[in-house]
């Protein structure tokens, strides 16, 4: 007898039931991209306690994507397992924001881009939590508490490099400038997060930024670093125009679903 | 030939004891009903219903977890088993017995505080944790991610000795 998982799935319209689907889809692509991004630093972090919290971070953020992909799979309800969804998509189908397949970089952008990101998905899950959707509610409960340890995390790091020494206040502030432009697209509703937004299952966008930049205003004032004004935000990955990068990534993250299909460990 | 007899169909006291012999692969100390991994057991029709749910979303044991619960249960004859994941309402380390508290600090893990709802205090200083080895309050956080997911690591500025802190949920 197979172990199951409790899905709680909404009555709703065959049409919400597809944005639903895509939405849950985008969730669970931006959190396993986020993960990946993560675990390539693994043997490889600066010192080994950073090593250890951001591998930590990874596998929170991956058993959220498996929670997402699980939920994602069941509305669907065409017989894809989360493995499906995971491995056997190609670049363009993923609807993860531009934000989390940007490159690693050096210390201080892995740092800047899970600050940003940490900042979005804290406030969104404590809004999930409280949504119509018990099953999307179900989630954020378990994994808001890990984002709060993720947003202190991040946040902790940007005050050390910006209030730092001169070489990781500039590298801080590079960071800053390559990566605030995909901010903007957290919390650009796509269509279909507008018309899941008119009904209900997804939350405003315009007080989540808020907090969001209340959030980032009060770090950035601790770390005596600057927030950017008027960087014009670059979209595209949650409607599936993606960076370059993303394809090297997914190459990675798929290769041995691809070359050995339907491989278990 | 004598007929097989029929499967034994326990009691959900029985259950439980059973799942109390089945330890936390990650922090053997514990059995899963310290940690507070259980949340329901259910005999119905003759069939067993055993729900868990994870401490950590990534928390790698419960695949574990599930297997050994099987096995255990096996033992017994029990092959009429569900085993049912479950997120909500999340897992909190408030939900952790007092039992296994003491377990884990004489197994030289700090336990975790009876605090919760600070979690999500996303400004508030670091908690004061006591050394399990030699009891001091002269601690520091060194990384509030540690060797598992559900670990911090501190290191006892009296004894010099590191340690784990099993954190708050």
């Known amino acids: 007898m197979q172990d199951t998982h409790t899905i709680l799935l909404p009555e709703v319209t065959p049409e919400v039931r597809q944005q639903l689907f895509d939405y849950v889809l985008q969730l669970a692509d931006t959190s396993l991209i986020l993960a990946h991004r993560l675990s390539e630093w693994c043997g490889h972090g600066p010192i080994l306690e950073q090593d250890l919290a951001m591998a930590n971070i990874s596998l929170d953020l991956l058993g959220e994507a498996r929670s997402y992909y699980q939920y994602a799979a069941e509305l669907e309800g065409q017989g894809r397992t989360e493995d499906d969804l995971a491995y056997l998509r190609s670049a363009v189908q993923y609807r993860n924001p531009l934000l989390v397949e940007q490159p690693n970089g050096d210390f201080a952008h892995t740092i800047v881009r899970q600050f940003l990101y940490d900042a979005f998905h804290y406030h969104l899950l404590v809004q999930l939590q409280t949504g119509p959707d018990r099953q999307l509610a179900a989630i954020a409960e378990k994994s808001v508490k890990e984002a709060a340890y993720h947003v202190k995390w991040s946040a902790e790091w940007v005050i050390r490099l910006g209030d730092g020494t001169d070489e990781s206040r500039r590298r801080v502030e590079t960071a800053i400038n390559a990566l605030w432009r995909y901010q903007g697209e957290l919390t650009t509703p796509t269509p279909t997060e507008q018309a899941l937004q008119a009904v209900g299952f997804v939350p405003g966008y315009a007080a989540i930024q808020q907090q969001i930049d209340q959030h980032v205003a009060r770090v950035f004032e601790e770390a005596t670093l600057a927030v950017p004004q008027g960087v014009f935000a670059q979209k595209g990955g949650k409607t599936g125009r993606h960076s370059e990068h993303l394809g090297y990534l997914l190459t990675e993250l798929q290769y041995m679903q691809r070359a050995y299909p339907g491989m278990k460990w | ?169």
């Open chain 2, 1 to 169: 030939m004598t007929p097989t007899p029929p499967p034994t169909i326990p009691t959900e006291d029985r259950i439980w004891q059973l799942l109390e012999e089945v330890a936390d692969p990650e922090v053997p100390v514990l059995s899963i009903l310290d940690l507070g991994i259980v949340r329901g057991v259910r005999v119905a029709d003759g069939e067993v219903h055993v729900t868990i749910t994870p401490t950590y979303s990534g928390c790698p044991a419960m695949g574990v977890i599930a297997t050994e619960i099987r096995l255990r249960l096996l033992a017994e004859g029990i092959t009429r088993l569900h085993i049912h994941n479950q997120l909500s309402p999340a897992w909190t380390t408030a939900w952790m017995t007092a039992a296994g508290k003491q377990k884990l600090e004489a197994y030289g893990i700090a336990p975790p505080k009876d605090v919760t709802g600070h979690v999500l205090n996303l400004f508030g200083q670091d908690e004061a944790i006591r050394c399990p080895h030699c009891q001091s309050a002269n601690t520091r956080l060194v990384s509030q991610f540690g060797s598992t997911a559900c670990k911090a690591l501190y290191q006892c500025d009296d004894c010099l000795e590191p340690f784990d802190y099993f954190k708050c949920h």
